[in-house]
């Protein structure tokens, strides 16, 4: 692009260059005074929109910015799990730190295999190296074995199978005043339990009956003594159940009672409730270990009723031999543990009781010299139920007491 001289060049030409750059500066200010400042642009004016009306072309929206990814976690180096084998002077300073004494050493680097792996595996580095055979390892655990026999420990149900007629004996059983009873197998009380909740006796309610009625009865097994310790051993099923409710009642009465559960789970729900409950109390509960190998003053024996399937295992057994050798007089409730209600044989361990209370009638199974002295304890079942599974022969016993002694 060409320029065009300024008309005044010439004569700046002409003069001397410090008084042409002054003539010059003038002459740019009188040029800038003789124009006139330019008038201001004008836009176009946008119409101005009611406030209750939205805007025709509303304000485009703001773009959001792009998702942060999520942090990742750093990677870190996997150790090797290869056995190092600390040679003398390995990971050790040999000079020693400023302010430090020359005889202190820096403690040896840690390794990844402790003592202990070493112990077990070895210090050879191709023994560790190998993977280990899980699956052909779990092949060889029988599960379904294991889980059984953690299950077949005699107290898990009230199930029963019928013994044969044949095995089961013959007792006259009798009251003080010479009433007959109607003994039951254990096969014929399971039926009168479901007749019973049948027409409206629950569980609960035979529990209850039948937890009291055992209280009153320790109490007066205990009566003179000071300050008593009672240990109740308790099952998952309904002798469970009532283990606890006896446990609620002396514990309301002052009485020091601990309970010691064979099972710390797969009980009933009855066992569980009546298990709040005494929660509820003062009394306290023990663990199979810390049983105390003293002489307590009463051990009530809860853990199995008529529901035997077998020899006792496990927590069961532990608890029967620890009962029988600790010398305190054992009150059984309904059967005492590890004796048939129906047949009276005990395939292994056994409760030695010094006396039973059994529940409802007596039990065909209850031998003189299994059960001790023979009680029996009214849990509120009406007397139409016995007679529709037992006969026409059974007749109540109670009278106005609601424990009786039985004879046989």
């Not at 060049?9 to 124009?35: E, F, G, Y």
């Not at 029963?160 to 009873?181: A, H, M, Q, Y």
């Not at 003189?368 to 009406?382: E, H, R, W």
Request: net charge positive; with cysteine; hydrophobic share 35%.
């Amino acid at each position: 692009m060409m320029y065009a001289p300024h008309p005044n060049m010439a004569m700046m030409n002409s003069m001397a260059p410090a008084h042409a750059l002054t003539q010059l500066l003038k002459i740019n200010v009188q040029d800038s005074r003789s124009h006139s400042a330019p008038a201001p642009r004008s836009f176009p004016q946008e119409p101005q929109v009611p406030m209750n009306v939205q805007h025709p072309h509303p304000p485009p929206m703001p773009m959001h910015p792009p998702p942060v990814p999520p942090p990742q976690e750093p990677q870190r180096r996997q150790p090797d799990m290869k056995y190092r084998d600390p040679s003398p002077g390995y990971g050790q300073r040999k000079s020693p730190r400023r302010g430090e004494s020359p005889g202190r050493q820096k403690s040896p680097r840690k390794f990844y295999m402790s003592n202990r792996d070493r112990d077990t595996f070895g210090d050879h580095s191709s023994e560790i190296d190998d993977e280990f055979d899980f699956e052909g390892s779990n092949s060889k655990f029988n599960k379904k074995k294991v889980y059984k026999e953690m299950l077949d420990e005699n107290e898990t149900t009230d199930e029963v199978v019928p013994p044969s007629p044949s095995s089961i004996p013959k007792i006259n059983f009798k009251t003080e005043d010479g009433k007959r009873l109607v003994a039951a197998t254990a096969e014929q009380m399971r039926r009168i339990c479901e007749k019973s909740q049948e027409i409206g006796v629950s569980i609960s309610q035979m529990v209850e009956n039948a937890g009291r009625s055992t209280a009153q009865f320790a109490l007066q097994m205990l009566k003179g003594k000071k300050d008593p310790k009672i240990v109740v051993l308790i099952g998952v099923g309904s002798n469970g159940a009532i283990g606890y409710c006896t446990a609620r009642h002396l514990a309301n009465h002052n009485m020091n009672v601990y309970i010691c559960r064979s099972r710390a789970y797969h009980f009933t729900d009855e066992v569980a409730l009546q298990r709040k409950i005494y929660q509820a109390t003062s009394g306290k509960e023990a663990q199979i270990g810390s049983l105390s190998v003293e002489a307590v003053d009463l051990i009530i024996d809860s853990m199995v009723g008529y529901g035997l399937k077998g020899a006792l295992q496990g927590n069961t057994l532990t608890l029967t031999q620890w009962a029988n050798a600790n010398g305190a007089p054992i009150l059984a409730l309904d059967v005492p543990t590890g004796v048939d209600a129906s047949t009276g044989k005990a395939p292994g361990e056994y409760i030695k009781a010094a006396i039973t209370l059994t529940f409802a009638v007596p039990k065909t199974g209850l031998l003189k010299d299994k059960t001790g002295k023979l009680y029996l304890a009214d849990v509120g079942i009406p007397t139409s139920v016995f007679v529709e599974i037992l006969g026409s022969e059974h007749s109540s016993p109670f009278g106005e007491n609601f424990i009786v002694k039985v004879h046989s």
